[in-house]
């Protein structure tokens, strides 16, 4: 009898506790800052933010009807804190006004969002007159005819798998996924490959991609690429004259140097502007797929901003050079483009 009184007793509390109600943290919204602090939070300015909330509506729209969902601009700003600090905690989840789990739910449909829209943003120049405007935007910085783009690597810091964890440690032993991409004069970024683990040469990952198929199935490609001595010298792919001794040959490697780094400044300005990429940053504790969406979608905002002219945050270091992998089975010297490019040395550089 005693137990039963005892029961009724807590059934009782239970009926009578009034629930509590949800607090929801204010939200700030950008257009109501001043530009100079959404470029030093974001760093991008209001008209791109506005545009990109557009563009991205139809995949973040909130598909309940309940009064507190996220908007759009809650979830295309969160992802953006994110990018540009790497870290869920505070000031960027005060800035949302929204949980850490919340903020992680944006990221993640922002990112699928911008991955869909990365053919709209990053594309090789196939047609004529784009790779005509390449080549001559190329040649402006000292002289090297013909280039297309330069080609790099650079590694993404991230927490590795436990049952593969030496496929993801580099040379630099931290474990990474190896981001390969292109860029032209301007810093636009051209092609991604974006699926290696960090242990895989840069060469590698070269061979595997589509540039091959580009290069040599495409009649109207008419140039070339350019990277250091890492990767294996293509009648498409031109590397730097190792011991050069004549004259022609140090001339054309300081115009190789000079206009190959446009991958070194695009890296960094790509670092910079997204600090989630760089290691100084932190690691990134998302699974490799996820790692690399992620590089696609700062990739794809990248070219948003250098498309529309956005400077760079102040003290980012443009001049940081990729992280270059030799690979441990180099290929054989290609007699043609061994030719090619002493012809270009004679024809250009002497």
Known sequence: MALYLLAQRAHARRRRRVPQERVFKPRIQFLNMPEEQVMRRYQLNPEMIRDLCHALECDLQPSTGRSHALPVYVKVTAALNFYTSGTFQTPAGDAAGISQASMSRCVSQV?????????????????????????????????????????????????????????????????????????????????????????????????????????EGHQNMDGWLLADGTYPLKPW????????????????????????????????????????????????????????????????????????????????????RPLAQASPHPEPLSQEAQYLRQELITSYFS
């Open 111 to 215: 990112t699928t969002a911008l991955t869909r829209r990365a053919n709209t943003y990053i594309h090789f120049p196939f047609q004529p007159r784009q790779q005509a405007r390449t080549k001559e935007e190329f040649l402006r910085i000292a002289g090297f005819p013909n280039v297309l783009g330069t080609l790099g690597c650079t590694h993404v810091a991230l927490k590795p798998p436990s049952d593969h964890e030496n496929l993801y440690r580099n040379p630099l032993r931290f474990h990474s996924m190896n981001m390969q991409l292109v860029c032209d004069a301007h810093g636009m970024i051209t092609h991604v490959v974006a699926e290696f683990p960090g242990s895989v040469p840069d060469a590698h990952i070269l061979s595997c991609s589509s540039l091959r198929g580009i290069f």
């Open 237 to 320: 792919l031109l590397t730097p004259v190792e011991a050069a001794e004549t004259a022609a040959e140090q001339r054309y490697n300081a115009a190789h140097m000079a206009t190959q780094a446009a991958v070194g400044r695009t890296v960094g300005a790509l670092k910079g502007r997204f600090r989630c990429l760089d290691r100084a940053g932190g690691v990134l504790q998302y699974s490799p797929l996820k790692v690399c969406h992620i590089f696609v979608a700062c990739c794809v905002l990248h070219n948003m901003a250098v498309g529309r002219g956005i400077a760079m945050p102040e003290g980012v270091e443009l001049g940081a």
